[in-house]
Structures are given as C-alpha cells and as structure tokens.
C-alpha cells in the first residue's frame, strides 16, 4: 500500500505563486510515477503533470492553462513531492490531487490517491 497525503493548499490572490506538497508513505519502492491532477467546480478531474519517482523525468499537460506556470519537483530524501504554481489565476481554483503508480501494475493507472487539497484562487 501507498499513502499519499497533499498540503499547502488555501486561499491565494491572482498572480501570487503556490507550491503543493504531497508527502508519500507506505511501500514507496514500488512506486513509477507521482502524478499531480486538479478538479475545478463543475469539471472533471484533469491531469496536470507527472514526475517520476526518482525525480528523472517529468510531463506536463499539454494545455495553455499549465505551460510554463507549473512545475514539479522530488526531495527524496523527504518521500515528497512538489508541484509549484506561478501567475496564479482564478481558473486554477480546484482541489489537487496526488497519485501514484506503481511499476508493476502498469495497468493500474493511478491505483493510490490523496485527498486532495483546496486552492482557491480570488481575482
């Protein structure tokens, strides 16, 4: 089992920066991929980008709304992973998730989540 739990979420104003954390316990060898996603009120839960375990490749979603203002990043040493927000705007009001995958469950998808964390964003 994998435990993933986000912080760092709350309330912001247009244009400040933002960096969420995603603390990872349980049994992390197994993990591939932490993937960060986001859900907006009303929406479906989209992908935002996705780093590998050991910090050696990351992937972003290809959308106008995520290039160049979001960025992910590992501490190992900490099991924690990171995902920082710039130029922040009302429509990245949602709650973030983090999920892992897992190297030998390559079908799984994403089998293990957080709870998620609010961002609100006020213009």
């Known amino acids: 089992q994998v435990q993933l739990r986000e912080s760092g979420g709350g309330l912001v104003q247009a244009g400040d920066s933002l960096r969420l954390s995603c603390e990872v316990s349980?049994?992390?060898?197994?993990?591939?991929?932490i993937g960060w996603f986001r859900q907006a009120p009303g929406k479906d839960r989209e992908f935002v980008a996705r780093i590998s375990w050991r910090g050696e490749g990351t992937y972003y979603a290809d959308s106008d709304s995520v290039k160049g203002r979001f960025t992910v990043s590992s501490d190992n040493d900490k099991n924690t992973m990171y995902l920082s927000i710039n130029s922040m705007q009302p429509e990245d009001t949602a709650v973030y998730y983090c999920?892992?995958?897992?190297?030998?469950?390559?079908?799984?998808?994403?089998?293990?989540w957080g709870q998620g964390t609010q961002v609100t964003v006020s213009s």
């Open positions: 999920a892992a995958s897992i190297a030998t469950l390559p079908a799984a998808g994403w089998p293990f």
């Open positions: 349980g049994v992390t060898y197994s993990i591939e991929t």
